[in-house]
């Protein structure tokens, strides 16, 4: 298959769209980039890779962050974790309070933001002050690559807008569910949310789970079979917030989008792809990001149904 004709094809038939949705402004930072951008990468178990647009420019993570941390703490905690955080689709936005409360301050799944925080929380009772470094370390190894870094002007943006992702740590903290210091714990989420990374980047750090665990590229078992398999179900199930049922649908792989424009996704046993558009969708997920990669597993017959 040519994959690399294939991206061409998207990266044509995606232009119409990139003046559709609109940008995450609620964070300031992220309302100045180039909302015309556009970036596709493929990553093969054989080291093979096939880009399209600027898949060198880097852009914030966010939201796609919580795949390493569930990993790190899953990893770590195994089923126990499940008592502070729950694995079903929300249904609703992803910092949703009413939801919160409802459930007596136990998030539905850790890809919501009350998710990730009680999961930064969680991690923070281990690794203490290194905990954003250990992630941070965590994503190195996972993409190979020593350079990834967070931009303090993005975590600052945060932290000085972030009133609901505030809201929602307090109430969840009223709960008895977070352990440690707020203010570290909200530090450390929005630290990893700005880590910065390129959609080449992206696509091979989520190889590991396109191998059930085994980063086909070193050979490291990263984490169990069983693991990856239940870090997967979560990515079709929970990962693209209120409208992870709509992406299931139409793309039909397992995968996270963040707030930043990027969106990561699975072919089992076979490869990992990572798309960058920064215009959202009215729940939060690049517009374009989105129908890049419903034209992909169409061209490709490589939907996971």
Known sequence: MNYQLILEEIEKEIQPFL???????????????DDKKFAMSI??????????GDSSLKFSIQSI??????????????????????????GDPFNSLIQLEYENGIPRNPFINAGAIVT??????IYKKNTFDTILDFIKKTSNDETIKHDKEIFKSELANGFKNFALINMIKSYNNIYNDID?????????????????????????????????????????????????SLMLTCGHYDASGDFAYKVGLPGKSGVGGGI??????????????????????SLVGTIALELFTTKTGLSIF
Request: include cysteine; charged fraction near 20%; hydrophobic fraction near 40%.
């Open 19 to 33: 003046n559709e949705g609109k940008l995450a402004n609620y964070i300031p930072a992220l309302a100045s980039v």
């Open 43 to 52: 990553h093969l178990f054989d080291g093979t890779s096939y880009h399209i």
């Open 65 to 90: 962050s919580k795949v390493f941390t569930f990993t790190l703490a899953l990893n770590y905690y195994g089923k126990d974790l499940y008592k502070r955080v729950g694995h079903e689709p929300s």
């Open 120 to 125: 930064a929380d969680s991690l923070v009772s």
């Open 184 to 232: 570290d714990v909200i530090k450390t989420y929005f630290k990893q949310c700005s880590i910065m990374m390129d959609t080449s980047q992206l696509a091979k750090s989520m190889l590991f789970l396109a191998n059930h665990g085994i980063n086909p590229l070193t050979n490291e078992q990263i984490i169990t079979e069983s693991k990856a398999k239940r870090i997967n």
């Open 264 to 285: 990561v996704a699975v072919v089992p046993k076979k490869m990992a792809i990572c798309v960058y558009s920064p215009k959202l969708n009215l729940q939060g997920n």
